[in-house]
T-cell receptor, first 112, second 112 residues
Framework: DTGVSQNPRHKITKRGQNVTFRCDPI?????LYWYRQTLGQGPEFLTY????????KSRLLSDRFSAERPKGSFSTLEIQRTEQGDSAMYLC??????????FGSGTQLSVL | SQQGEEDPQALSIQEGENATMNCSYK?????LQWYRQNSGRGLVHLIL?????REKHSGRLRVTLDTSKKSSSLLITASRAADTASYFC????????????FGQGTTLQVKP
């Protein structure tokens, strides 16, 4: 399967701990996006990369959040000092044509 | 903040009936897209309509776009139980970074 892959699928952590999620996009896609989705809401844009360059970050992305895409391939999203309000589904998507996005299945984060 | 507002928030119909969902937005767009999400999963692209298009079809899906009213509608004809999901409109803003701004979604239940 050559779709977008996200790991882990589920993450339970205690408040104050750091967590890191990984996204492997479709191999030929140069654009990669991170979104956050809470129950009953649509996905909210967090950040996106074109190749290895992080071109835009949402104001939602506090200083505790950092994303990287070394070598323009996979991407990681790290949340430091997690808070209960960080509990959400974190979605990754990739695109080749700045139009249609292909989404992964997401990482469900629960902060206790 | 989210760009698209969807109506209704929830819709329940019988199998075989048609389902119509509406999306309104605020800014100028490059394109408007519709995505589907099954519970706990990632989003799947359904259809894209560009700002210079007024109607588009794909199988049982029909999308219309009225840029003067800043609104779009998604029609699913002859619905099936398998169409049960959440449906989101997503705005591709001018500037065409590829970033999409999602609405809050319409939850569709199709009863067999």
């Amino acid at each position: 399967d050559t779709g977008v892959s996200q790991n882990p699928r589920h993450k339970i952590t205690k408040r104050g701990q750091n967590v890191t999620f990984r996204c492997d996009p479709i191999s030929e896609h140069n654009r990669l996006y991170w979104y956050r989705q809470t129950l009953g809401q649509g996905p909210e844009f967090l950040t996106y990369f074109q190749n290895e360059a992080q071109l835009e970050k949402s104001r939602l992305l506090s200083d505790r959040f950092s994303a990287e895409r070394p070598k323009g391939s996979f991407s990681t999203l790290e949340i430091q000092r997690t808070e209960q309000g960080d509990s959400a589904m974190y979605l990754c998507a990739s695109s080749a044509d700045r139009a249609k996005l292909f989404f992964g299945s997401g990482t469900q984060l629960s902060v206790l | 903040s989210q760009q698209g507002e969807e109506d209704p928030q929830a819709l329940s119909i019988q199998e075989g009936e048609n389902a119509t969902m509406n999306c309104s937005y605020k800014t100028s767009i490059n394109n408007l897209q519709w995505y589907r999400q099954n519970s706990g999963r990632g989003l799947v692209h359904l259809i894209l309509i560009r700002s210079n298009e007024r109607e588009k079809h794909s199988g049982r899906l029909r999308v219309t776009l009225d840029t003067s009213k800043k609104s779009s509608s998604l029609l699913i004809t002859a619905s099936r139980a398998a169409d049960t999901a959440s449906y989101f409109c997503a705005i591709g803003e001018r500037g065409n970074t590829g970033k999409l701004i999602f609405g809050q979604g319409t939850t569709l239940q199709v009863k067999p």
